[in-house]
T-cell receptor, first 114, second 114 residues
Framework: EAGVTQSPTHLIKTRGQQATLRCSPI?????VYWYQQALGLGLQFLLW???????NRGNFPPRFSGRQFPNYSSELNVNALELEDSALYLC?????????????FGPGTRLTVT | KQEVTQIPAALSVPEGENLVLNCSFT??????LQWFRQDPGKGLTSLLL?????REQTSGRLNASLDKSSGRSTLYIAASQPGDSATYLC?????????????FGKGTTLSVSS
Protein backbone atom coordinates (compact mmCIF):
# COMPACT_ATOMS: atom_id res chain seq x y z
CA GLU A 1 0.00 0.00 0.00
CA ALA A 2 1.46 3.35 -1.04
CA GLY A 3 1.90 5.95 1.67
CA VAL A 4 1.03 9.62 1.62
CA THR A 5 2.84 11.39 -1.19
CA GLN A 6 3.64 15.07 -1.57
CA SER A 7 4.99 17.18 -4.40
CA PRO A 8 7.21 18.95 -5.02
CA THR A 9 9.93 17.93 -2.58
CA HIS A 10 11.45 21.39 -2.61
CA LEU A 11 10.04 24.71 -3.75
CA ILE A 12 11.85 28.03 -3.95
CA LYS A 13 9.80 31.17 -4.39
CA THR A 14 10.28 34.90 -4.13
CA ARG A 15 8.42 37.08 -1.63
CA GLY A 16 5.03 38.08 -3.01
CA GLN A 17 4.66 35.06 -5.30
CA GLN A 18 2.20 32.20 -4.91
CA ALA A 19 3.07 28.60 -4.01
CA THR A 20 1.04 25.45 -4.70
CA LEU A 21 1.74 22.25 -2.79
CA ARG A 22 0.11 18.91 -3.53
CA CYS A 23 -0.76 15.86 -1.46
CA SER A 24 -2.12 12.41 -2.28
CA PRO A 25 -3.54 10.49 0.70
CA ILE A 26 -3.37 6.78 1.32
CA UNK A 27 -5.97 4.91 -0.69
CA UNK A 28 -9.21 4.73 1.28
CA UNK A 29 -8.41 7.77 3.45
CA UNK A 30 -10.90 10.62 3.15
CA UNK A 31 -9.37 13.14 5.56
CA VAL A 32 -6.36 15.27 4.67
CA TYR A 33 -4.60 17.55 7.13
CA TRP A 34 -1.97 20.18 6.41
CA TYR A 35 0.63 21.26 8.95
CA GLN A 36 3.42 23.83 8.91
CA GLN A 37 6.72 23.10 10.64
CA ALA A 38 8.74 26.29 10.83
CA LEU A 39 12.12 26.38 12.50
CA GLY A 40 11.74 26.64 16.25
CA LEU A 41 7.93 26.69 16.20
CA GLY A 42 7.03 23.02 16.07
CA LEU A 43 4.19 21.55 14.06
CA GLN A 44 1.24 23.89 13.62
CA PHE A 45 -2.12 22.80 12.24
CA LEU A 46 -3.13 24.62 9.04
CA LEU A 47 -6.16 23.04 7.40
CA TRP A 48 -8.36 19.96 7.53
CA UNK A 49 -10.32 18.60 4.56
CA UNK A 50 -12.76 15.73 4.64
CA UNK A 51 -15.01 14.48 1.85
CA UNK A 52 -14.13 17.49 -0.29
CA UNK A 53 -15.02 20.10 2.31
CA UNK A 54 -12.84 22.34 4.46
CA UNK A 55 -13.75 21.29 8.01
CA ASN A 56 -11.48 23.47 10.06
CA ARG A 57 -8.44 25.71 9.87
CA GLY A 58 -5.75 26.71 12.29
CA ASN A 59 -4.64 30.17 13.28
CA PHE A 60 -3.28 31.21 9.89
CA PRO A 61 -4.23 34.15 7.63
CA PRO A 62 -6.62 33.69 4.68
CA ARG A 63 -3.76 33.73 2.18
CA PHE A 64 -3.29 30.10 3.21
CA SER A 65 -6.02 28.18 1.40
CA GLY A 66 -6.58 24.91 -0.32
CA ARG A 67 -9.01 22.38 -1.62
CA GLN A 68 -9.69 18.68 -1.77
CA PHE A 69 -10.50 16.98 -5.04
CA PRO A 70 -13.04 14.17 -5.67
CA ASN A 71 -10.22 11.60 -5.52
CA TYR A 72 -9.37 12.99 -2.03
CA SER A 73 -6.03 14.46 -3.09
CA SER A 74 -5.46 17.96 -1.84
CA GLU A 75 -3.75 21.19 -2.77
CA LEU A 76 -2.42 23.89 -0.46
CA ASN A 77 -2.05 27.38 -1.87
CA VAL A 78 -0.08 30.13 -0.21
CA ASN A 79 -0.57 33.58 -1.71
CA ALA A 80 1.53 36.71 -1.29
CA LEU A 81 4.43 34.74 0.14
CA GLU A 82 6.32 36.20 3.07
CA LEU A 83 9.79 35.26 4.29
CA GLU A 84 8.34 33.67 7.43
CA ASP A 85 6.37 31.22 5.28
CA SER A 86 9.63 29.33 4.76
CA ALA A 87 9.01 25.96 6.41
CA LEU A 88 8.44 22.26 5.93
CA TYR A 89 4.80 21.67 4.98
CA LEU A 90 3.50 18.28 5.96
CA CYS A 91 0.37 16.58 4.74
CA UNK A 92 -1.28 13.77 6.66
CA UNK A 93 -4.23 11.52 5.96
CA UNK A 94 -6.54 9.40 8.05
CA UNK A 95 -9.51 7.15 7.52
CA UNK A 96 -12.02 9.63 8.82
CA UNK A 97 -11.47 12.30 11.42
CA UNK A 98 -8.34 12.04 13.48
CA UNK A 99 -10.16 11.88 16.79
CA UNK A 100 -10.46 8.16 16.43
CA UNK A 101 -8.01 7.25 13.71
CA UNK A 102 -4.27 7.01 13.32
CA UNK A 103 -2.76 9.75 11.19
CA UNK A 104 -0.13 9.03 8.54
CA PHE A 105 2.26 11.69 7.29
CA GLY A 106 3.90 12.34 3.96
CA PRO A 107 7.57 13.29 3.47
CA GLY A 108 6.81 17.00 3.27
CA THR A 109 7.50 19.89 0.91
CA ARG A 110 10.30 22.25 1.88
CA LEU A 111 9.25 25.78 0.90
CA THR A 112 11.92 28.45 0.83
CA VAL A 113 10.91 32.08 0.32
CA THR A 114 13.68 34.50 -0.65
CA LYS B 1 -6.65 25.20 25.32
CA GLN B 2 -4.69 21.96 25.08
CA GLU B 3 -0.91 22.24 25.33
CA VAL B 4 1.67 19.49 24.96
CA THR B 5 5.12 19.63 26.53
CA GLN B 6 8.03 17.29 26.01
CA ILE B 7 10.98 16.99 28.34
CA PRO B 8 13.89 16.89 27.82
CA ALA B 9 14.33 18.87 24.61
CA ALA B 10 17.49 16.92 23.83
CA LEU B 11 19.07 13.73 25.11
CA SER B 12 22.40 12.05 24.40
CA VAL B 13 23.05 8.45 25.46
CA PRO B 14 25.57 5.71 24.66
CA GLU B 15 24.44 2.73 22.63
CA GLY B 16 22.70 0.02 24.64
CA GLU B 17 21.11 2.25 27.25
CA ASN B 18 17.42 2.08 28.08
CA LEU B 19 15.78 5.50 28.06
CA VAL B 20 12.52 7.28 28.74
CA LEU B 21 11.05 10.25 26.90
CA ASN B 22 8.36 12.26 28.63
CA CYS B 23 5.24 13.97 27.32
CA SER B 24 2.67 15.93 29.30
CA PHE B 25 -0.61 17.50 28.26
CA THR B 26 -2.78 20.03 30.07
CA UNK B 27 -6.28 18.72 29.34
CA UNK B 28 -7.01 15.07 30.10
CA UNK B 29 -10.02 15.01 27.73
CA UNK B 30 -8.28 13.34 24.81
CA UNK B 31 -9.29 10.74 22.26
CA UNK B 32 -5.82 9.34 21.74
CA LEU B 33 -2.10 10.03 21.92
CA GLN B 34 0.43 9.28 19.21
CA TRP B 35 4.22 9.04 19.28
CA PHE B 36 6.08 9.89 16.08
CA ARG B 37 9.66 9.80 14.91
CA GLN B 38 11.09 12.47 12.62
CA ASP B 39 14.47 12.26 10.93
CA PRO B 40 16.12 15.60 9.98
CA GLY B 41 14.22 17.38 7.20
CA LYS B 42 11.86 14.44 6.75
CA GLY B 43 8.23 13.62 7.41
CA LEU B 44 6.84 11.87 10.47
CA THR B 45 6.73 8.13 11.05
CA SER B 46 4.03 6.90 13.40
CA LEU B 47 5.47 4.73 16.16
CA LEU B 48 2.61 4.03 18.54
CA LEU B 49 -1.00 5.08 18.98
CA UNK B 50 -2.66 4.80 22.39
CA UNK B 51 -6.42 5.21 22.60
CA UNK B 52 -7.72 7.06 25.66
CA UNK B 53 -9.09 3.82 27.12
CA UNK B 54 -5.70 2.09 26.93
CA ARG B 55 -2.80 2.22 29.37
CA GLU B 56 0.06 1.20 27.10
CA GLN B 57 1.14 -0.02 23.70
CA THR B 58 4.24 -1.95 22.67
CA SER B 59 6.06 -2.35 19.39
CA GLY B 60 9.40 -4.11 19.38
CA ARG B 61 11.82 -2.21 21.62
CA LEU B 62 9.31 0.59 22.14
CA ASN B 63 6.74 0.84 24.90
CA ALA B 64 4.44 3.81 25.38
CA SER B 65 2.31 4.36 28.44
CA LEU B 66 -0.58 6.72 29.04
CA ASP B 67 -1.87 8.13 32.32
CA LYS B 68 -4.75 10.28 31.21
CA SER B 69 -5.74 11.47 34.67
CA SER B 70 -2.32 12.97 35.32
CA GLY B 71 -1.85 14.13 31.73
CA ARG B 72 1.32 12.15 31.11
CA SER B 73 2.75 9.71 28.62
CA THR B 74 6.16 8.10 28.44
CA LEU B 75 7.98 6.45 25.57
CA TYR B 76 10.41 3.78 26.72
CA ILE B 77 13.15 2.72 24.31
CA ALA B 78 15.02 -0.43 25.26
CA ALA B 79 18.61 -1.16 24.27
CA SER B 80 19.06 2.02 22.26
CA GLN B 81 20.91 1.92 18.92
CA PRO B 82 22.55 4.66 16.80
CA GLY B 83 19.71 4.20 14.30
CA ASP B 84 17.30 5.43 16.98
CA SER B 85 18.82 8.91 16.68
CA ALA B 86 15.99 11.22 15.62
CA THR B 87 13.45 13.66 17.02
CA TYR B 88 10.55 12.05 18.84
CA LEU B 89 7.23 13.89 18.83
CA CYS B 90 4.23 13.34 21.04
CA UNK B 91 0.79 14.45 19.83
CA UNK B 92 -2.73 14.31 21.25
CA UNK B 93 -6.16 14.36 19.67
CA UNK B 94 -8.03 16.64 22.03
CA UNK B 95 -11.76 16.41 22.69
CA UNK B 96 -12.12 20.17 22.81
CA UNK B 97 -11.04 20.29 19.16
CA UNK B 98 -12.73 17.16 17.92
CA UNK B 99 -11.55 16.19 14.48
CA UNK B 100 -9.48 19.32 14.14
CA UNK B 101 -5.95 18.03 14.21
CA UNK B 102 -3.29 16.60 16.38
CA UNK B 103 -1.65 18.95 18.87
CA PHE B 104 2.07 18.40 18.99
CA GLY B 105 4.82 18.90 21.50
CA LYS B 106 8.08 20.38 20.28
CA GLY B 107 9.84 17.06 20.49
CA THR B 108 12.85 15.44 22.10
CA THR B 109 15.95 15.14 19.93
CA LEU B 110 17.71 11.89 20.75
CA SER B 111 21.32 11.15 19.90
CA VAL B 112 22.65 7.62 20.46
CA SER B 113 26.41 7.26 20.16
CA SER B 114 28.18 4.02 19.23
Amino acid sequence: EAGVTQSPTHLIKTRGQQATLRCSPISGHTSVYWYQQALGLGLQFLLWYDEGEERNRGNFPPRFSGRQFPNYSSELNVNALELEDSALYLCASSRGQVSFREQYFGPGTRLTVT
Amino acid sequence: KQEVTQIPAALSVPEGENLVLNCSFTDSAIYNLQWFRQDPGKGLTSLLLIQSSQREQTSGRLNASLDKSSGRSTLYIAASQPGDSATYLCAVSSQDQAGTALIFGKGTTLSVSS
